[in-house]
Every structure is written in structure tokens, then in C-alpha cells.
């Protein structure tokens, strides 16, 4: 790890600033050399290094401090070489802050129709072209240092659910060796290179994840394999021990989860970190988050509804467009439509985070958490 | 008309600043209930209360002083009677300058598979659920002040091309018929009526057409049924003497019309005013204006090219984002691209017109154009 210090903090050292004494919440910070992190945060996605209908300017306003892109996707187009030439991902697109890019992992196993597995690593189909590609983990390595994010994940083996265990274990200690090749393969000192835990459901393999991957050490650790279908309580009543086995002093990142209420009891449990793609995503199909619990713009209720999307929101969609003009962009498929909505829901979850920091520095995580469980945002999860 | 004054104007007066002594060129300015309008310039399009993919923010920064928006589209949907509820346009769409609707008369003639025209008015289905509509000029004059735009356009009709001489006379006349109607019904003295001038590519028709609305009497006078299909140079032949045809103290809008090329010689021939979709239509498809002609984001040859998508253009795409990038969004459709492609194509014809403006001023404006025609980007038109 590289021992480059800004202020007196070392590139990619997990600062505990504050610990919530009612749940296991942490209010941390580490730096990158595109800024410090704030934690709790969550991470808006950019698949294609652009975080749909948005714009980078848009983005800071709203207080994004790291954006996801995808490795999968950008190794498929335009190429991680272009990406290098370009100067890598904060040049190509134009956003000076944290950059993380997942692994390209999951989209593999999810997104292709066929691929070959092996101890080597994974020959995959493009869903763009057909054509066939192998990664080892080096590869890997290799590509994600062409695209030059700041913190870069593993090559990892993320199971399907359901799974038979015994193939669910098997991904485990897959994982756990691609984890150690990566890092022999990793030189990047300006990179971080988070380690990922799987294990699926079941605790025990979470655990041997997290055994294999200590041994190994790094400097934060994505848990990734939950939100691929299995029941959502299965997640949080397994994420509260996952944490605890986690070290203290890393930052955890929980892989692909974006539901408010999730997010929230999810840093109660011990989480740092979040990214999803449910705040674009759902806007594109005309769904917002509110203090109101989830609403869908399509609905003919809000026709005549010349009020704010959301009353209690100070995001610059609320602030100067009614539900009744949303719902007609909707209705009428104007990208208009998709660009407010995702305005308002990235501001709705980066809000969310940085509420859920400030109660965590004032010592009043417990009562904001009650206090949101008990509120109609709450059946958003 | 209203007289109205702001600061010694009256609303609509047109008050000639400049006339240029080397073409038929003029640098006007009319006064509307939302701001002044500073002309020669272009009215970026937005159909349906927004234009696509740009948010009314950023049409402010571009320097946009009028918005178009579609009387056959928002009356269809949303409908103009909840557009009336929610206050007018400039409320409902979050447009604090000045709006102009045209009348719908073009596209029910453009859009729709069937109609039946009478002297009384117009019957015809919806786009969006085939039901029939009947407008009379009355009917339509309601809708338009329901949606409560600055400047409306009058019901008229507007033949393709091309159509017997004889179909383009009797247009013409049925248009003259409908003004004079449109102009009897119409009460909103916030609002300024357009007659639109017809007659197809028969300078007679058109000089009739002219004589028809001059006895009527209009604050300002579009000047439709071009840019339907006909060859380019017989609307640029036939524009200027169209013009000296017009009365000298009321603006002339051309409509449709936003080629940059075409925009500065109907400048030269005498027009005030201009709209199109085509900043907004092209960059949808991935095309750009630019200084060395239009570009076509699709193409192999900027796959690796990650200079700006125009080194002459001073706008936040063109400073921000490569070709390259740009590129990169076009072919894997990411909104992003059709975003910054729009604001691109935007600046550059409300910068073109803004440019105009000042050589009126300056008295350079024979000089601007023999530079213009002389540059690669004159083969835009």
C-alpha cells in the first residue's frame, strides 16, 4: 500500500471518527488522491462512466463523492486502452472526484449466457458482440489499472441464489485465491484494491471468506453475493455478523444495495459504503423516492397535482417542478422526465447518507434510525 | 393591443435598432410580459413543454430568450386545460422568459393520416389515441390562450409540397379567412397574435398572402409552408422578395427553418426570427454543428480522437468532454451523449444569431456573412 500522506493521512487509511453507541454505525473518512471519502456514503453508478442523465456539475452540486463505473461494460466499449490513452476514467469523463470500478465479476456471471469457468479464471461471451474474452485475475488487474478508478475490486466468483452450498463454498475459495492473485498482480500505488467477501446466505462460508481474506489484508473489503435474489432478510440478519468479523479499521462496502431503509439499517450493521443503480434506474421508469414512501409518477392521481414530488425535499427537481409536469414528461417518454427524477433520487440516498453522518457526529444515529422507522419513508426497502 | 409599457416600450412594438446597408438585415427588439427579445434569434424547440434533454437552467445559460411549444401536442396531452390550472406554460414548464406556441395547424396537416377540412375548421384524430378533434380558429385561439404563450400563432393551413398551384390558393385564402377569425376571437392582450403569411413557392400567392393579413393587421408575421419538402433554393429565392413584402416595423418569423447556414442568409433577406428542432433532433441522432461543418459522432475516425467536439466553441461540452467520450455515449445510447450533443447544437445557433446581432450592431453584419460563406461551416444548410 502506498504511504503517500495528505494533512497527515495516509493514502487509503480507514479513519474512525465516530462510533455509534447503540448500533454497530461508524462515521469514517479515508482518502483517495481525488479527495477524502466521508463514510457512510453512497456511491451513484456510472456503468459506461456516465452515471445516466446526469451530468458530473449535477453530480457535485449534489455531494457525490465517488462514482461507480463498470469494468465489464468499459472493458467491452470503448476499451480499457482507449480509457488509458484518455488519460483514464477522471479524464475520459470528466469527474474529478473518487472513481471506483467493481471488478466486472457479477455482470459476467448475470449478464452472460455462457461462460467457462476454471481455478485459470473466466471465458465469457460479450453481450455486446458474442465475441469470446478471458480473464485471469491478472488480467483483471491489468485492465482496471487501464482504467485508473481510485479504489478498483477483485476479480471475484459471485454465485447465483438460490445455490448448493457446496457450489456456493467452492466460489468462496475461488474467490479467496483470485483475491491473493489480484493483489500479487496489483501495482497501481494510487489505487486501492478492495478484497471481496462471499459466502451467500450462509454464515459460516461468510466467515471462511473473511478468515481468507484477512489473511491476505486489504485496505477496505467489498461484501458482495447479497441482492441477487435471496429474501431480504436473509441480507440483514447475516450483514450484522459479517461486520463484526470484518476488521474494525477497513472500510466495508456493501455491493449493489441502494434501498433506503436498506441502506440505513445496513450502517447500523456495520456498513460504510453503498452503490446501487435503483436511484437512475426507477427514475428512468418514472419512480421516485419520498418522504411519502416510493411514488410512480405514471399514477393518475398526481395529473392534477401541481404540488412539489416531494414536500419535505430541497433537491432542485422539489424545488421548482410540480408532480402533475413530472407525470406528463413521463407519460410522454421526454427525457426530461428520467433527468428530474434521477436529480431527485440521487439527491434523496446522497441526503440520506450524509444525514445518517451528520446524526453519527452528533451521537443521535439510535433516534434518527427510530425515528425513520417509524416514518412512511420507511416501507422503502 | 395591448399598450402596455415597460420603460417607454409597448408590449409587441417593434422597435428597429439597426438595418443593415449591405443586405435586408435588421436588429430589432420587441418587448413581452416576460422580457425583452433581442432579434435576430432562435427559438429552441420544446414540443411538449420541455426541450428534449435540456433543462430550462441550462437554456438560461445558453442565452435562450423564447421557447416554442406545440399547441396539437399539449393539447392532446396534457391537455390545455390542466396546462390553464397549473397556471399557464411558463409555470408548468419552469420558463420564466418569454413562450410562443404555434397554432398546431402544421401538424395536424403533417402528423395526422386523416383530416377533413372545411372553411369552418379542421377535424382531425390524435396521434396518441385516434380519437377526433374539431378545431375552428376560435377553438384554437381558447387553447392558446389556456396555454398562455407570449406570442401565438393563428390557425392556419399549410400545404405540402408539392401541391397543385391551385390547392396552395385556396390555402391561402382559407389562412387569410381563419386570421381574420383568429383575430376577432382572440382577447388576451398579454399575448401577441401572429397572422403566418402562405403561399407555397409562388411568389404571387405569397404577395396575395401578405395583402390578405396586411389588411388585418398583426403585431408580427410567420412566414409557414417552407421547409416542407421543397428544393432549398426556391425558398431562399423567393424570402427576400416575401419580406420586402412585409411591413418593415413587424417582426418576421420563418418558420421551422435552423440550418445556420439557411438562418443567416434569411437573416440577410430581412427574417427577425427562427425555430427547429434540429439542434435538439441531431443531437439525438449523434450529429453535431460545428465550425468545420456537421459531424457525425458515429463515425470510426473519433473513436481516438480526444480533442473537443469543436475547438471553436466556447460551450460547457465543448470545453468539458472529448470526442472521443462523446463518441463513447452515442454509440452505447447513454443519454448523457444526446445531453451534451443538445446543449452543443443549442449554443452554437443561439450563439450564431447572438453573433448576427452584434455585426448588426457593429454595421458588420455584409462582412460576417462573406466570412461565414467562405468558411467549412457554411456547407451546414
Known sequence: ??????????????ELINVDPSTSARRGR???SHGAVETPLFMPVGTRATVKGVLPDQLRSLGAQVVLANTYHLFLRPGSDLVREAGGLHAFMNWDRAILTDSGGFQIFSLADTLKLSDEGVKFRS?????????????NMRIQED?????????????????????????????ADW????????????QALFGIVQGGVHLDLRLESIERLGEIGFPGYGIGGYSVGEPHEL??????????????????????????????????????????VLPTRTARLGTAFSSEGRLNLRNARFARDFGPLDGACACST????????????VNTKEMLGAMLLSLH??????DLTAQARAALEAGTFGEFLSAWRGSPACDDY
Not at 318 to 329: D, E, F, G, K, V
Open 147 to 175: 482504467l485508473g478508478a481510485d479504489i478498483i475490486m477483485q476479480l471475484d466468483q459471485c454465485p447465483p441464489y438460490p445455490a448448493e452450498k457446496e457450489f456456493v463454498a467452492t466460489a468462496v475459495k475461488r474467490s
Open 127 to 139: 453481450i455486446v458482440d458474442g465475441a469470446w474474452h478471458f480473464w485471469s485475475p491478472e488480467d
Open 179 to 190: 483475491a491473493a492473485r489480484c493483489k500479487a498482480a496489483h501495482r497501481r500505488e494510487d
Open 345 to 350: 433520487n440521487l439527491h434523496y440516498l446522497l
Open 1 to 14: 500500500m502506498a504511504r503517500v500522506t495528505i494533512a497527515g493521512m495516509a493514502l487509503f487509511d480507514f
Open 235 to 276: 441480507m440483514l440478519e447475516s450483514l450484522a455478523p459479517v461486520c463484526a468479523a470484518l476488521p474494525a479499521d477497513r472500510p466495508r462496502y456493501l455491493m449493489g444495495v441502494g434501498n433506503p431503509t436498506t441502506i440505513l439499517e445496513a450502517i447500523a450493521a456495520g456498513v460504510d459504503m453503498f452503490d446501487c
Open 30 to 32: 479515508f482518502l483517495t
Open 318 to 329: 422539489c424545488t421548482q417542478y410540480s408532480r402533475a409536469y413530472i407525470r406528463h414528461l
